[in-house]
């Protein structure tokens, strides 16, 4: 997919929306599934890859940001594309425009523990109705790889931002803690390496919110 978008112009100068790059991917995704030979697999074919994806990204014609899990679907037997919706319950008034979406993928029980958590950091926050989603999601992906509860997910977490400019900013993290040696995409900066990123230190990730910013500049 990434080799795809890279060696089309259109969608690399990001002339391509993300909502059409949306239906192209499946295209190449369901065009990979369908050229597997079934000399190698039988008559069985491929079958169900289980494999979940996250796409998302800005929408310069819908003027919002966009969230899709890209999954396989049995009945179709084909990959599709399944929408995030926003954040039940919220005050739209209250929000100022800003809209909770938020996407899962993984095992089922890390997935509805991250729920739990993360709606309870909200209510404590006074959040739950109102406002957009801001270094929550971290925080709770933070908490759970530190609670090793869950064979499936662990390692340092991976951050990046996506602007209405449709640019995106990776970021270094702290891991395991303040004190840990920088981690970008996953991997650990090496004894010579100095990662020209912003780093987060994982023990505040408050200070990079947005919050933190607006008063900032005040």
């Keep these: ?16 929306d993300i909502v059409d790059a949306k239906g192209i991917i499946i295209k190449i995704f369901n065009g990979m599934r369908g050229s597997i030979s079934d000399h190698y697999l039988g008559p069985e074919g491929p079958g169900d890859p289980e494999a979940l994806f996250i796409f998302g990204g800005y929408s310069w014609k819908l003027q919002e940001f966009k969230i899709w899990t890209l999954h396989y679907d049995r009945e179709i ?3 599709t594309f399944r929408p995030c919706n926003p954040w039940p319950g919220q005050d739209t008034k209250a929000s100022q425009g800003r809209v909770k979406k938020i996407s899962w993928i993984g095992d089922k029980p890390a997935i509805d ?3 739990s958590r993360i709606e309870e950091i909200l209510r404590e926050r006074g959040t739950l109705t109102s406002g957009g989603f801001d270094m929550e999601p971290l925080e709770v992906l933070r908490d759970i790889i530190r609670s090793a509860k869950y064979d499936s997910i662990g390692g340092a977490p991976q951050v990046a931002k996506v602007y209405r400019s449709m640019q995106t900013q990776h970021f270094a993290v702290r891991w395991p803690d303040s004190d840990g040696r920088p981690h970008a995409t996953g991997r650990p900066a090496l004894e010579f390496e100095n990662f020209d990123l912003p780093v ?3 023990e505040m990730p408050h200070v990079h919110s947005r919050k933190s910013r607006q008063i900032h500049l005040s």
Excluded: E, Q, T
Aim: proline content about 4%.
């Design 1 to 16: 997919m990434a080799n795809a978008i890279n060696f089309y112009p259109a969608s690399r100068s990001r002339h391509v």
């Design 77 to 79: 037997d084909c990959f």
């Design 200 to 202: 987060i230190d994982i």
């Design 113 to 115: 523990d991250a729920k």
